[in-house]
């Protein structure tokens, strides 16, 4: 099992399910946190796409209360583009 944590956003689950491969994050990730407002975002996500991705429904994945001062407080998302085009060439690996 790997040892490298994950803290998970929207648009890694989100596509992730779409393709079929969110097998994937347990494979790369332990533990994996999702944070309340990742999951109210797929939460409304469902009422357009019924097929969205729900977290909840995966054993792996550790959700996290977070109250909004913290999120406030977090850096802006800066991942590297690379990271999301080498998720999606392992994708089409598997």
Avoid at 7 to 13: E, I, P, S
Avoid at 49 to 75: E, K, M
């Amino acid at each position: 099992m790997p040892d490298l944590s994950l803290v998970c956003d929207t648009t890694l689950l989100l596509y992730l399910g779409r393709i079929g491969q969110i097998d994937l994050l347990p494979a790369l990730f332990a533990p994996i946190y999702v944070l309340d407002p990742v999951m109210l975002e797929l939460d409304m996500g469902r009422l357009l796409r019924p097929d969205t991705l729900d977290p909840r429904d995966l054993a792996w994945i550790t959700p996290v209360a977070v109250s909004q001062d913290i999120i406030d407080a977090l850096p802006p998302n800066r991942l590297d583009n690379d990271l999301y085009q080498d998720i999606l060439n392992l994708a089409g690996e598997a």
